[in-house]
Nanobody, 117 residues
C-alpha cells in the first residue's frame, strides 16, 4: 500500500534549522512530483515547496524562498525539506504529498514543526 512517512520535525529556536524527510513506498516514486505543505494553527494548508519527478525543477512559496530547499533522492525514494533561518511563522504541521496527474494523489500524516524561543 502507498505510504508517505514524514519525520524530522520538532521544536527549534528562531534562526535555527531542521531537515524534514518523507519516505515513500507503494508506488513508483520516480513518476511522481513531490511537495511539502504546511498548516499553521487556525490557517489553511499552503504549498511550501514542490519538486518535479526528475528533480530538475522546483518552486517555493514566496515566504520561504532563500531559506528552504526541497530535494529528492530517487534511489532512497525520499524527499527532503531543508529549512534554514526558521521563523515563528514557519510553525505548523508539515505534510508530504505525492502526485501524478490528477488521479494519483497521496498525503503523509504530517510532522509538527514548532519555531519558538
Amino acid at each position: 500500500q502507498v505510504q508517505l512517512v514524514e519525520s524530522g520535525g520538532g521544536l527549534v529556536q528562531p534562526g535555527g534549522s531542521l531537515r524534514l524527510s518523507c519516505a515513500a513506498s507503494g508506488f513508483t516514486f520516480t513518476n511522481y512530483a513531490m511537495s511539502w505543505y504546511r498548516q499553521a494553527p487556525g490557517k489553511e494548508r499552503e504549498l511550501v515547496a514542490r519538486i518535479t519527478d526528475t528533480g530538475d525543477s522546483t518552486n517555493y512559496a514566496d515566504s520561504v524562498k532563500g531559506r528552504f530547499t526541497i530535494s529528492r533522492d530517487n534511489v532512497k525514494n525520499t524527499v527532503y525539506l531543508q529549512m534554514n533561518t526558521l521563523k515563528p511563522d514557519d510553525t505548523g504541521v508539515y505534510y508530504c504529498r505525492a502526485r501524478r496527474w490528477s488521479r494519483y494523489d497521496y498525503w503523509g500524516q504530517g510532522t509538527q514543526v514548532t519555531v519558538s524561543s
